[in-house]
């Protein structure tokens, strides 16, 4: 299945949450000079026009990034991103709500930290949006797009030759079995690289999916697991994500101080008195 397409949902809480997280682990890794790999399984297109239909058919970045870009408060763990996103929208008029054009994917937000000591490695399998990523790489250096499965493409660039790494695994769960098939691929990536740092995105549908997931790591062998939730509304039995989550595997050290005044921000900007979330070590060093 192939139907699933990122632009009807760029910007919104979910983003917020993941891509706020992802400018934290790659800001940390520029702080050392030696260069790293950043692998991602399910690249998206690298930018989104909020201003196209399908972003205008949903409007959730309107409930999402646009209540946070214009704020003149925020944690300070959140300024690489907001940053990040303002220098993309330099004609924002910061005066007025959800006046954005462009969306950051994940490989737009790489671009912006990835230097001439990185390299950089996309997958995408979705024959319209490979075109729009290959697009946004063009004259990007040490960058490898290929239209090919992630999960597959990860295990065989691991180890990377520096031994440093961070990989995002975000797929659109449009399968059940992504749920088990994306911890798997980090499960078996963590017995070739251990100390690499590994972000698995995933939604809140149905609770059960996601107790399979942490039920998963815990009899693995995977070390130092944190995980991230924020859950707009109440879980439910009807079809819908309530809310999103994050694990990650090697964290950096400060990673869980910064989310834990990040999360109540979200809660107070983007939720209501039914948004709920969750910060916890779901697996020791």
Not at 29 to 58: N, P, V, W
Not at 120 to 149: A, G, M
């Amino acid at each position: 299945m192939l139907s699933y397409r990122h632009a009807f949902h760029a910007g919104n809480f979910a983003d917020v949450l993941k891509h706020s997280v992802l400018t934290l682990v790659l800001d940390y890794m520029c702080r050392k000079e030696k260069g790293f790999h950043y692998i991602d399984s399910h690249s998206g297109a690298g930018m989104y026009q909020l201003t196209d239909e399908y972003s205008q058919k949903t409007g959730e970045y309107k409930d999402g990034i646009a209540k946070l870009v214009n704020e003149p408060n925020f944690p300070d763990a959140l300024q690489p991103y907001i940053n990040l996103i303002q220098e993309l929208n330099p004609t924002n008029d910061l005066n007025k709500k959800n006046e954005l054009d462009l969306y950051p994917g994940s490989p737009g937000i790489a671009k912006r930290f990835m230097r001439r000591q990185d390299s950089t490695h996309l997958f995408e399998l979705h024959p319209t949006d490979i075109q729009h990523l290959n697009d946004f790489c063009y004259r990007w250096k040490k960058v490898f797009v290929k239209q090919s499965d992630g999960y597959q493409g990860i295990l065989g660039l691991l180890p990377p030759p520096n031994r440093r790494g961070v990989v995002l695994i975000d797929p659109p769960y449009e399968l059940k079995e992504d749920y088990h098939k994306a911890v798997d691929t980090i499960v078996k990536a963590y017995k070739k690289f251990a100390t690499g740092t590994y972000i698995l995105w995933y939604p809140v549908v149905k609770r059960e999916q996601v107790n399979s997931m942490e039920q998963a790591f815990i009899y693995s062998d995977v070390k130092n697991l944190l995980q991230l939730e924020f859950c707009l509304s109440p879980d439910t039995d009807e079809y819908g994500m309530t809310g999103t989550g994050l694990f990650i595997v090697n964290p950096p050290w400060q990673l869980a101080k910064q989310m834990a005044e990040v999360l109540p921000y979200l809660k107070e900007k983007l939720g209501s008195s039914e948004t709920q979330f969750t910060l916890k070590q779901l697996i020791a060093e």
